[in-house]
């Protein structure tokens, strides 16, 4: 009887372990120019790094960072310009080029990054894509 409290308990402890680190927080995110933010979510994507690539996105929309290739894509020649910004909205025309991509996106030369804040926080993506 004895054993089987002991194997409850750490049946208990190995659950709770699993929860505190999958609601482990992500990285902070700068707050700074939307150009800038976009440059950083891509530099996040290019260094492989899924938990800062994550925290660019308003915490609803982070499923949109369920790329399968993400462990191997890679963006370079990354150029990118305001098209609009409102104090809470904002819309970031980003071109760039992908070398050996995968087929979902081949012909894929730019993205459209659309952001939101709460001030006085950072710029966070919504959605992006091709227009």
């Known amino acids: 009887m004895r054993h089987s409290g002991l194997f409850g308990l750490l049946v208990f402890g ?10 482990r927080s992500l990285p902070h995110v ?4 939307p150009i800038n933010t976009a440059l950083s979510w891509f530099r996040s994507i290019n260094e492989h790094n899924m938990p800062l690539a994550l925290a660019h996105f ?9 790329w399968s290739d993400f ?34 996106m081949r012909g ?3 993205w459209d990054i659309y952001m939101q804040r709460k001030p006085p926080g950072p710029w966070l993506i919504n959605a992006y894509g091709q227009g």
């Open 14 to 23: 190995v659950a709770l372990v699993g929860c505190s680190s999958a609601s």
């Open 30 to 33: 700068a707050v700074q120019p």
């Open 58 to 66: 308003v915490p609803k929309d982070r499923q949109q960072m369920e």
């Open 71 to 104: 462990g191997s894509a890679s963006f370079s020649e990354i150029r990118c310009q305001l098209v609009s910004q409102e104090k809470t909205t904002s819309e970031v025309d980003c071109t760039f080029h992908v070398p050996n991509p995968s087929p979902d």
């Open 108 to 110: 894929v030369t730019f």
